[in-house]
């Protein structure tokens, strides 16, 4: 769980939700390309090549969800951000659990 500090100001906490929010989408697209790649029938079999491979679907991944095009982080930090104004207005430091 992200924790908010009482001393950060609310564009951080966004910042913070927002960046956060990304890279769960950069890990769920990490994990959809790697289940992609494992129904390709592959002649390379190389423990080296498979790690590239993968190193470049985390890269990959990443950048995708740079674009925001899937919409899963927007989405997230949409749902999320009431929850960051509403502990800055009821003066809690945003670690209770509902």
Do not use: C
Not at 56 to 82: F, W
């Amino acid at each position: 769980m992200m924790r908010v500090e009482p001393r950060e100001t609310i564009d951080f906490q966004r910042w913070k939700l927002r960046d956060a929010a990304r890279q769960l989408e950069a890990q769920f697209l990490h994990q959809l390309l790697r289940a992609m790649r494992r129904t390709i029938v592959s002649t390379r079999s190389s423990h080296t090549a498979q790690m590239y491979t993968d190193m470049m679907d985390e890269s990959l991944a990443r950048q995708l969800a740079q674009t925001e095009q899937l919409g899963l982080s927007r989405l997230l930090y949409e749902k999320l951000s009431p929850y960051l104004q509403a502990s800055r207005q009821s003066g809690g430091n945003g670690n209770e659990e509902s």
